[in-house]
C-alpha cells in the first residue's frame, strides 16, 4: 500500500520520523512519502528508520503557495534533495513562516490569549529545518487553556478572517512547479477538494503541475472520481495519501485507509522531468 501525504514533527505533525515509520509499518504500508510543510528536516531520518522496516520513502514535501490571497498548498516528490535553489527557497519560506507566527502571537497577546511564543520560536529556530505553522499556535492555546480543542482554536482566533489571522506572503502556485521542476522533482495540486479552486488547475498544467491529488480524506467518492477524469483530461497523473498528522492531532486519521493504487504510482513515478 501506498501513502504519499504524511507528516511528522518537523511541520505540523505530532510523530517523530521514526514513529511514523513504525506507524505506517504497522497498517500495512509499504512506500510512504514524508510531505512535511516547506522543510524535509525529516525525510533522511525516516528513510533511515525506514530500511529497517522494509519500507520505501520517497522524497516528499508540501510547499505552501499563495495566489490572491489564498494559500494553494502544492506536493513535490522525486526532487534532489541537495539541490541549491530549492533550498535557499525553502529557506525563505519558513522565514516567512516564523515572521507571521510572530505576529499571530503578537495579536493573541492583545486579545488577551497569550501564548508561549518564545517557546515555539526556540523549537524552530533557524538551524533546525523545523517549519511552523497555525497548527502548533493553536496547540499553545489548548494548552494555555484558551481554547477547547485546535478546531476552537482555528474557529475562534487563527482561521481566515479571526482576529489573530496573519496572511501568508510566498511565491504564488506556477513559481512553486518551476522550483520543483527545476530541482528534478514533479508537483501536485493537493487537496483540491477542500480549496473549491479547479478553475486554477488547467493553468497549472500548462505550468508544468504534473499531479492532482484524488485520494485524500477530505474528497468523497465522487471527489476521487472528478479529479480522476479532470486528470485524464489534462494529461496529468493522480496521487493521494492520507494526510496523516499523527494521534491527537485533531484530523482524521486515515493511515491506512486512504492510499494510492499501485498503478497510479506507477503512472505518476514513470512521468518525465521537467528540469
Excluded: C, W
Excluded at 514513529?19 to 531520518?45: K, P, S
Excluded at 508540501?62 to 535557499?88: C, K, R
Excluded at 503578537?106 to 505553522?133: C, F, K
Excluded at 482576529?163 to 483540491?192: E, K, M, N
Amino acid at each position: 500500500m501506498i501513502d504519499l501525504h504524511l507528516h511528522t514533527l518537523a511541520s505540523d505533525g505530532r510523530s517523530t520520523p521514526a514513529e511514523l515509520v513504525a506507524l505506517a509499518a504497522a497498517a500495512g504500508l509499504t512506500t510512504i512519502a514524508v510531505t512535511d510543510h516547506d522543510t524535509i528536516a525529516a525525510v533522511a531520518a525516516a528513510r533511515a528508520a525506514a530500511g529497517a522496516a522494509g519500507l520505501r520513502v520517497v522524497t516528499g514535501i508540501e510547499i505552501t503557495a499563495v495566489q490572491d490571497g489564498q494559500d494553494i498548498h502544492i506536493l513535490g516528490y522525486f526532487f534532489d534533495e541537495g539541490d541549491a535553489d530549492l533550498a535557499a527557497f525553502l529557506t525563505a519560506q519558513r522565514a516567512d513562516r516564523r515572521r507571521r507566527v510572530v505576529e499571530m502571537v503578537n495579536r493573541l497577546a492583545e486579545l488577551g490569549a497569550p501564548v508561549a511564543g518564545d517557546a515555539l520560536m526556540d523549537d524552530a529556530g533557524a538551524a533546525s529545518g523545523r517549519a511552523l505553522g497555525r497548527p502548533l499556535i493553536a496547540k499553545a492555546l489548548v494548552e494555555a487553556g484558551h481554547a477547547r480543542d485546535i478546531s476552537d482554536a482555528f474557529d475562534r482566533f487563527l482561521g481566515h478572517g479571526r482576529p489573530a489571522f496573519v496572511a501568508r506572503r510566498g511565491a504564488t502556485p506556477a513559481d512553486v512547479i518551476g522550483i520543483l521542476g527545476r530541482a528534478g522533482g514533479l508537483a501536485s495540486f493537493a487537496h483540491p477538494g477542500k480549496l473549491g479552486l479547479d478553475a486554477l488547475i488547467p493553468g497549472l498544467a500548462q505550468a508544468g503541475l504534473a499531479a492532482i491529488e484524488a485520494f485524500h480524506p477530505d474528497h468523497a467518492g465522487k471527489d476521487v472520481d472528478r479529479y480522476q477524469r479532470l486528470a485524464r483530461d489534462l494529461g496529468l497523473a493522480v496521487t493521494g495519501g492520507s494526510d496523516f498528522h499523527g494521534p491527537g492531532s485533531g484530523r482524521p486519521d486515515a493511515l491506512g485507509a486512504v492510499v494510492l493504487p499501485p498503478d497510479a504510482f506507477e503512472a505518476f513515478e514513470a512521468r518525465p522531468r521537467v528540469t
